[in-house]
């Protein structure tokens, strides 16, 4: 039985913005929805702020020094199904709970324009469409089957690489920035990855009844933790509404663990568990 009690560190909820109301949040995607959707659509965001170090990626990050104003917005800790697409749900409506309309429009963009997205797709998703379907060749029906083919895994929350993010940021038509904590042969580092847009879309852009503007001369983006458990958690201001407010991360930026272990024996336990 293990005796050994790992670090602790606070955070106190009173430095943070906890919650944001609905008509206080810019809306800088609604635009880009295939439907309109009624005010009671949207909800108070609560941040769930961690305090505890079972999560030891979530402490590393915050040692960055670009994180100084920004903090971990996390996921449901119940259920680890679908944690990209919860995080881009309490981005846009305040709430974890509308990742389903999200599967819905990211498989109709693909479907739409599989041939764009083909480099994006790793072998080990051709290799099952291929056990699962057949043999994958350059014709629309192929095209329109490994669509369909990917868009169920979406649905059952299986792996798709990093072609889900490609997806996000084409149809928001928004960066994603990637913030993930990995070992190396000697020590622990952290750094950014940047996903944007494979085209630009064109056609008018639909107005929403709860359109925000950012502010002027300010880019929107969205921010992410990637954990080593391949689980999603939301990086947003600390203070403010939307990370309008401050600028985007720098990529790779690679920093070093930072973290004030108070023992050898507490950065080995937070290693072990990333």
């Not at 998703?125 to 990917?150: R, W």
Request: hydrophobic residues 30%; contains cysteine; aromatic residues 12%.
């Amino acid at each position: 039985m293990c005796s050994y009690t790992p670090d602790f560190y606070p955070v106190l909820p009173s430095q943070f913005l906890e919650c944001v109301q609905p008509k206080e949040r810019h809306h800088p995607l609604l635009s880009v929805f295939t439907e309109k959707f009624d005010k009671n659509k949207f909800e108070i965001e609560f941040r769930d702020f961690p305090v505890s170090s079972s999560f030891s990626a979530i402490l590393i990050a915050k040692g960055r020094t670009d994180m100084r104003d920004r903090t971990i917005d996390c996921v449901d800790g119940v259920t680890s199904r679908h944690s990209l697409l919860r995080c881009l749900s309490k981005e846009i409506f305040g709430t974890e709970n509308h990742y389903d309309i999200l599967i819905s429009e990211f498989s109709n963009e693909l479907l739409q324009n599989t041939t764009q997205y083909r480099p994006f797709i790793g072998e080990d998703i051709m290799k099952a469409f291929k056990e699962s379907v057949g043999d994958f060749t350059e014709n629309e029906d192929s095209y329109e089957q490994l669509a369909k083919f990917i868009g169920e895994r979406i649905e059952d929350d299986l792996p798709c690489n990093d072609l889900l993010l490609w997806l996000a940021c084409t149809f928001f038509q928004t960066p994603i920035y990637i913030l993930r904590v990995h070992d190396t042969n000697n020590s622990t580092e952290s750094n950014w990855t940047e996903y944007t847009q494979l085209r630009r879309k064109k056609g008018e852009i639909k107005k929403h009844s709860l359109d925000r503007k950012c502010l002027k001369n300010s880019k929107y983006y969205i921010c992410l933790l990637k954990t080593a458990e391949k689980l999603y958690h939301r990086i947003v201001s600390k203070r403010k509404v939307c990370n309008c407010f401050s600028r985007a991360p720098k990529v790779p930026d690679r920093q070093p663990d930072t973290t004030p272990y108070r023992t050898e024996q507490g950065r080995n336990f937070l290693i072990d568990t990333s």
